[in-house]
């Protein structure tokens, strides 16, 4: 078997709403397609997936996946079905005996699901993951009951549908020749033509996320998982140079000198980065960012945050929260702190409820009291998949 997979985004997610598709709204951290992708990216029995995404989503796409090695997109069209057929054409060059069809909509697919649906194409043209349905089920087209239907035999079905390479892109061909364009599954396309497609046990949790409510409950799930809690801490000096200005949490401050540093020298986001590097186990800044590699001379020290930020995003984790102190005899900080905040705020993806900056000097003691440098703690929690 040389198995593919055709994973449709192509779709408005109206029913969700939004600023943006559904398949790109965020949970734990990621776009939901990102999650989706990476599933089926990480199985050892898929050989090629192939993303179709709507017209006007090529940026958004670039940004969810920009960690993943996947290939270019292709467009899809107005409807599922369309976007299906176009997605199986894509794949044409792979040889592929299979294929595998998946809603990018349903992030929280098992490999265990993908193994199920694979073994059933062992015997069938097609095998498609479903859930016995439990509830009883009524009729009420115009909102009062008009019968009961018999739930003995009837499915709910899911994706990822599989399917013979061939047949089904011979099915979604005659499908379109026929005027078919909404036919809502990929099962229904095999329907059409008279595929024997079997039923496998599909998985509570791989359902769709429909609605703004959905999203939210995955995001909830997601995040009930980080139970791997961890603690760091960073500290940092600099010493005062001749300049005008200081960088602190990102935040310009004037002043009639700087702090002398390879980079811009904001001590405070060097001591949060390295909080943060410590909570994963990962050495520190310089261990990343070498002050012998010109290239970070000058440098923002946002980018060595940003790293950080993004190796626990890698692990599936997130920054729970951060707590930083800055020692320092001049310049007056207080005014800036709610500017930092924010600031903080942007570069790690959490709430301000989250972060704590305080600023104290040194009562004239020590190095910091004669005014020769600045220090910076911090502590952080980060919370990882348990
Ligand atoms: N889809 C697609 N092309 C379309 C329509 C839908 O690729 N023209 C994809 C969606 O992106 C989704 C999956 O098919 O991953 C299932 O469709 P659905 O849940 O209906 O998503 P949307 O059509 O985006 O949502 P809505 O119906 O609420 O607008
Ligand atoms: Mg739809």
């Given at each position: 078997?040389?198995?593919?997979?055709?994973?449709?985004?192509?779709?408005?997610?109206?029913?969700?709403?939004?600023?943006?598709?559904?398949?790109?709204q965020?949970?734990?951290?990621?776009?939901v397609?990102?999650?989706?992708?990476?599933?089926?990216?990480?199985?050892?029995?898929?050989?090629?997936?192939?993303?179709?995404i709507?017209?006007?989503?090529?940026?958004?796409?670039?940004?969810?996946?920009?960690?993943?090695?996947?290939?270019?997109?292709?467009?899809?069209?107005?409807?599922?079905?369309?976007?299906?057929?176009?997605?199986?054409?894509?794949?044409?060059?792979?040889?592929?005996?299979?294929?595998?069809?998946?809603?990018?909509?349903?992030?929280?697919?098992?490999?265990?699901?993908?193994?199920?649906?694979?073994?059933?194409?062992?015997?069938?043209?097609?095998?498609?993951?479903?859930?016995?349905?439990?509830?009883?089920?009524?009729?009420?087209?115009?909102?009062?009951?008009?019968?009961?239907?018999?739930?003995?035999?009837?499915w709910?079905?899911?994706?990822?549908?599989?399917?013979?390479?061939?047949?089904?892109?011979?099915?979604?061909?005659?499908?379109?020749?026929?005027?078919h364009?909404?036919?809502?599954?990929?099962a229904?396309?095999?329907?059409?033509?008279?595929?024997?497609?079997?039923?496998?046990?599909?998985?509570?949790?791989?359902?769709?996320?429909?609605?703004?409510?959905?999203?939210?409950?995955?995001?909830?799930?997601?995040?009930?998982?980080?139970?791997?809690?961890?603690?760091?801490?960073?500290?940092?000096?600099?010493?005062?140079?001749?300049?005008?200005?200081?960088?602190?949490?990102?935040?310009?401050?004037?002043?009639?000198?700087?702090?002398?540093?390879?980079?811009?020298?904001?001590?405070?986001?060097?001591?949060?980065?390295?909080?943060?590097?410590?909570?994963?186990?990962?050495?520190?800044?310089?261990?990343?960012?070498?002050?012998?590699?010109?290239?970070?001379?000058?440098?923002?020290?946002?980018?060595?945050?940003?790293?950080?930020?993004?190796?626990?995003?890698?692990?599936?984790?997130?920054?729970?929260?951060?707590d930083?102190?800055?020692?320092?005899?001049?310049?007056?900080?207080?005014?800036?702190?709610?500017?930092?905040?924010?600031?903080?705020?942007?570069?790690?993806?959490?709430?301000?409820?989250?972060?704590?900056?305080?600023?104290?000097?040194?009562?004239?003691?020590?190095?910091?009291?004669?005014?020769?440098?600045?220090?910076a703690?911090?502590?952080?929690?980060?919370?990882?998949?348990?």
């Open positions: 078997m040389k198995i593919g997979a055709v994973v449709v985004a192509a779709g408005s997610g109206s029913r969700a709403g939004g600023e943006k598709p559904k398949q790109y965020t949970i734990g951290g990621r776009p397609l990102w999650w989706t992708l990476k599933a089926l990216l990480d199985h050892p029995r898929i050989a090629a997936v192939q993303t179709v709507g017209p006007y989503q090529t940026g958004l796409f670039r940004d969810a996946v920009s960690d993943l090695d996947i290939a270019p997109p292709v467009t899809g069209g107005a409807t599922r079905q369309e976007s299906c057929r176009i997605g199986l054409e894509a794949l044409a060059r792979h040889g592929l005996t299979h294929v595998l069809i998946h809603d990018a909509a349903r992030p929280f697919l098992s490999p265990e699901l993908i193994d199920r649906v694979i073994a059933g194409l062992a015997t069938h043209q097609g095998a498609v993951p479903g859930l016995a349905v439990a509830d009883t089920l009524k009729r009420a087209a115009s909102g009062t009951i008009e019968r009961t239907i018999d739930r003995s035999g009837l709910a079905v899911q994706t990822p549908q599989g399917f013979a390479y061939d047949a089904i892109c011979a099915a979604h061909e005659k499908a379109r020749q026929a005027g364009s909404q036919l809502t599954d990929d229904a396309v095999a329907e059409f033509v008279g595929l024997d497609v079997a039923i496998v046990a599909g998985s509570p949790e791989n359902r769709k996320m429909t609605t703004m409510d959905d999203i939210a409950e995955a995001d909830r799930t997601l995040n009930r998982n980080l139970t791997d809690i961890r603690t760091g801490m960073g500290v940092d000096i600099h010493a005062f140079a001749p300049g005008d200005h200081v960088m602190l949490c990102g935040v310009r401050i004037d002043h009639t000198q700087r702090l002398a540093g390879h980079s811009d020298a904001d001590v405070a986001l060097h001591a949060l980065t390295d909080a943060i590097l410590g909570a994963i186990g990962e050495g520190d800044i310089g261990t990343f960012f070498p002050p012998s590699d010109p290239q970070w001379k000058d440098a923002p020290s946002s980018i060595f945050l940003s790293k950080a930020v993004e190796l626990v995003r890698q692990r599936g984790g997130k920054v729970g929260n951060a930083i102190a800055i020692l320092a005899e001049v310049p007056r900080i207080s005014p800036h702190l709610a500017a930092m905040k924010s600031s903080l705020s942007a570069m790690l993806g959490i709430g301000e409820d989250r972060i704590a900056i305080k600023a104290t000097t040194a009562e004239t003691l020590g190095f910091v009291g004669r005014r020769e440098g600045v220090t703690f911090a502590n952080v929690i980060v919370r990882l998949p348990g």
